[in-house]
């Protein structure tokens, strides 16, 4: 039996595109930062993966979340299914 190999790049990069083309008024930024979010990657984790602070990127994701009334990144999920 062969082990399932997710490469976390290529879901991180599927996930910015299809935020961008549902949810049109996130900034670039905003969908980095959110689809990151939705991968389970912590605000540290996300500040080193993007070379920004992790106050930035509290503050991108507060940004979005407010633009679309949400509370949780889940939301974002459950709008692209």
Known sequence: MSA?????????????????????????????V???SMVGMTAEAIALDLGISSASVLTYRRRA???????????????MI
């Not at 979340?65 to 709008?79: A, D, E, I, K």
């Open 34 to 36: 959110c689809a990151r």
């Open 4 to 32: 399932l190999v997710i490469d976390p790049r290529s879901t991180i990069c599927k996930i910015e595109h299809r935020l961008g083309s549902i949810f049109i008024n996130l900034t670039e930024r905003e969908r980095a």
């Open 65 to 79: 979340y407010v633009r679309y009334h949400f509370t949780h990144s889940n939301q974002f999920f459950l709008g």
